[in-house]
């Protein structure tokens, strides 16, 4: 009976958040996101970052879907937006997982997300990165 109910609340789009995290707010981290940023920064640097670039854009696709009031976490910036700021990130912090690091990287976006899909015919996102540093 339970599987049933699961099935119908995922077919009714019912998100439960709880299910995600345990009471602690920990979880469980898969593939490439359990690296640390030193991987990361290697990567990049001999463009082999293919692993790492699915992985974030996962990671920030399933946000956007599993968050409310989230069309597009990345907002103007773009997804070379966020690469550029892990770039930097993950260069200050080389020992911090990779997951960690994208999760700072959403934290510094949040503000600035899109909220709502663009109006038909709007203009397209501009090559804008934003102006503000990650934190250090």
Known sequence: M?????????VLG???????????GN?????IGTEVCSSYNSARDEHRDTEFTGW?????????????????IEGTGGFEGARQW???YCHVHPQLPFSLAVEALVA??????????????AAARGPS???SSPPP
Request: a neutral charge; zero cysteines.
């Open 14 to 24: 019912v998100s439960i958040p709880a299910w995600a995290i345990d009471t602690e």
């Open 86 to 88: 892990l770039d930097y």
């Open 129 to 131: 990165f934003g102006s």
């Open 27 to 31: 979880y469980i981290t898969r593939g």
């Open 56 to 72: 974030l854009a996962g990671y920030l696709s399933g946000f956007n879907r599993w968050t409310s009031g989230v069309y597009d």
């Open 2 to 10: 339970g599987t049933r109910w699961a099935a119908a609340l995922i």
């Open 108 to 121: 510094f976006l949040y503000p600035s997300r899109a909220q709502n899909a663009p109006a038909p015919g």
